[in-house]
């Protein structure tokens, strides 16, 4: 009989995404769920758990000879109900520090250079306005919260909790020549990458790879270049659709979430479907039949 994800050991659990263990590989199954303020909405976006998959097999493809990754397969040993969401991937044991890349001053990092003149203990140029490019990308790392909201911390820190700093250059080193490569690509597609995070580990011969997912709407911002103008918010192909809504209903951010409005999930599922077609060029329709059509 087929295997079905009941059928396989369940590992981990997030907000986002279920592991499950294939025995020298693991399962990383994107599900439909979206939160916002770490707070889980009841309504699903469909199609979200399969864009985030597509689009990270697309830069694992792009980027392998940058880093290698933890991808193996989008087919191979992916039950039926799982396939276009789900990754089989090499097992690696991760690092506890989030690498994040800033080439835009927006977010976190506009509220912290507001405060102090400096993101992550960086000293930036003064007079810098809401959304403009900085003049060079910036490695913050941030802590990895089990709960809450992880925290940014400077080089010094972070190279501490992972107890090397010759590693920690290499995690820099690493994630600024990724996000530059992509943010490269995204900007031919019309696509501005404000910031992103990646996460690392080493798998079972030591070789450090970039794994979980990467370079999508919900671990990056993305922008039209067609509207982008520096000194305000911008618009985005990620959730920030959903939490603009979430912020006007007079919720409290604390759970339960409130459920989305169908005009609110058919918009989000759009942004999220239109992020993968403009930056990669196929329509999302090949995706799915790629990994309808490819055999286990």
């Not at 994800?5 to 693991?26: F, H, N, Q, T, W």
């Not at 209903?249 to 989305?260: E, F, L, M, Q, V």
Request: aromatic share 8%; charged share 25%.
């Amino acid at each position: 009989m087929p295997t079905t994800l009941a059928d396989l050991p369940l590992i981990a659990s997030g907000k986002v995404r279920e592991m499950y263990d294939l025995g020298d590989r693991l399962l990383m199954v994107a599900s439909d769920r979206i939160s916002t303020y770490d707070v889980v909405h009841p309504t699903p976006i469909p199609d979200k758990g399969k864009v985030l998959t597509a689009l990270s097999v697309f830069w694992f493809e792009q980027t392998g000879t940058i880093v290698p990754n933890h991808l193996l397969s989008a087919t191979d040993g992916v039950p039926d109900e799982a396939r276009g969401r789900a990754l089989s991937v090499r097992k690696l044991e991760m690092l506890p520090v989030e690498c994040v890349v800033r080439g835009y001053l927006t977010g976190s990092g506009w509220k912290d250079y507001q405060a102090t003149g400096a993101v992550a203990g960086i000293a930036l140029p003064d007079g810098l306005l809401d959304s403009e490019q900085l003049p060079e990308p910036i490695f913050t790392p941030s802590t990895k919260a089990d709960v809450g909201h992880d925290e940014t911390i400077d080089f010094d820190r972070a190279a501490q909790i992972v107890g090397d700093r010759a590693v920690m250059e290499q995690l820099r080193d690493l994630s600024i020549a990724l996000y530059s490569f992509a943010a490269e690509h995204a900007r031919s597609r019309g696509v501005i990458l404000a910031d992103t995070k990646f996460e690392f580990g080493r798998d079972a011969d030591g070789v450090l790879r970039v794994g979980d997912e990467v370079l999508t709407p919900d671990s990056s911002r993305f922008w039209p270049a067609d509207t982008y103008e520096v000194g305000r918010a911008q618009p985005s192909f990620d959730k920030q659709y959903v939490r603009d809504w979430a912020a006007g209903t007079g919720w409290d951010k604390k759970p339960p979430a409130p459920t989305i409005p169908d005009d609110v999930v058919a918009g989000t599922r759009a942004r999220y479907v239109e992020a993968y077609e403009t930056i990669t060029g196929e329509p999302f329709a090949a995706w799915i039949a790629r990994t309808d059509s490819e055999q286990t």
